[in-house]
């Protein structure tokens, strides 16, 4: 998408983010799973941490209200695992986490047609690491890269064939990392992947086409963030990129990979939500609305607020100079703050 061309040769303005007002909601939290099910036809987020404890619910978005979804059989408790769905096995696809205690390897399969959690037991599976990168490849099939072990930063990289986890080797990789921001750009297939955390600087962007990685060179781009939330949204025709940590402060700019310019645009936004890290986002289809949900700032204060960013007007001429004053957005209240001791993100089992 060759933004700034469009932009000169159009009037143009930018998205704007606008806080949802839902009839119910989850529990404030950060660093959940969260993922559209084209099934279900809803955002689907599951666990997470809260601040005194790891969380193991399950909750689907319609665009009006959040529903706690009960289930037969329930992943364990945890935070820091990512999930995507994959369009081949018609299911999302759970992986990694951290519980407290233990850096997790299990996979957990969501049926969108039934609601329901099933544990897989693949005979292969990726190193068990938190905040690993999940994301459907071009071929439709979910991928996962990276995370960390406790120990060490990860750079392998697995596909799932719908029983089981099958290692890749890409001719080139990036450099070993956690908690990057990642998403597909499901028109071209091409996945983008910035930042995160890593002995290697991860002060990079890298695209993926389903053979190779490919280290990229904007001419701009965000500070390096971890734990930001990333989605594609087709009326942007780009990667969204929202929020993160950047050397303990956290962030709340809107930025847009461009795929044509390769570079990175940052989208100032009228409104923006809060500043902050682990919060869930997803390109929601049946809204036709990227979502973002919950996350945490100052590693004290959760949220639980819902936002969608909300495509810019297109412009339209009017017959005379004055222009219609447009309604006033009524502020909503904040999210009740949850405060507890600061800590180097135990819940999430992540090194900085």
């Known amino acids: 998408m060759a933004f700034a061309a469009s932009a000169a040769a159009t009037p143009f303005s930018f998205p704007d983010w606008i806080e949802l007002s839902p009839n119910a909601s989850p529990l404030a939290r950060s660093y959940l799973a969260m993922t559209y099910d084209p099934v279900s036809g809803k955002t689907i987020a599951f666990g997470g941490f809260d601040g005194t404890g790891y969380l193991n619910d399950t909750w689907s978005f319609d665009g009006t209200s959040w529903t706690h979804v009960a289930t037969q059989s329930v992943p364990p ?25 233990h850096y997790l390897s299990d996979t957990w399969l969501w049926d969108g047609s039934t609601l329901q959690w099933t544990q897989a037991t693949p005979a292969h599976h990726p190193t068990a690491v938190t905040g690993p990168m999940l994301f459907p490849d071009p071929n439709g099939r979910a991928a996962v890269f990276g995370g960390y072990d406790g120990h060490f930063y990860q750079l ?160 339209t001429p009017t017959p005379t100079p004055s222009a219609t004053p447009r309604p006033s957005v009524i502020p909503r209240p904040r999210p009740t703050p949850h405060p507890r001791p600061s800590t180097n993100k135990p819940e999430a089992g992540i090194r900085k």
Do not use: C
């Not at 809107?254 to 939500?273: E, K, R, Y």
């Open 77 to 101: 408790a945890r935070a820091a695992a990512q999930m995507t769905y994959d369009s081949v096995a018609q299911k999302v696809v759970l992986f990694g986490g951290f519980d407290g205690t």
């Open 156 to 315: 392998t990289m697995w596909q799932w064939n719908g029983s089981d986890w099958t290692q890749l080797s890409p001719p080139t990789v990036p450099f070993a990392r956690s908690s990057a921001a990642v998403a597909t750009n499901t028109v071209t297939g091409e996945v983008v992947m910035f930042g995160g955390l890593g002995s290697v600087n991860p002060n990079n962007t890298w695209t993926y086409d389903g053979t190779t990685w490919t280290q990229q060179s904007p001419a701009v781009q965000p500070l390096l963030v971890y734990a930001a939330s990333a989605a594609f949204d087709p009326s942007l025709q780009g990667v969204v990129l929202f929020g993160g940590g950047s050397g303990g402060i956290d962030q709340n700019t809107t930025w847009l990979w461009d795929q044509v310019g390769a570079t990175w645009i940052h989208l100032s936004t009228a409104q923006s939500p809060p500043a902050r890290e682990a919060a869930g986002m997803a390109y929601d289809a049946a809204l036709n609305r990227v979502i973002l949900f919950g996350g945490q700032v100052n590693e004290n204060v959760y949220f639980n607020d819902t936002w969608e960013l909300t495509p810019a007007p297109t412009p």
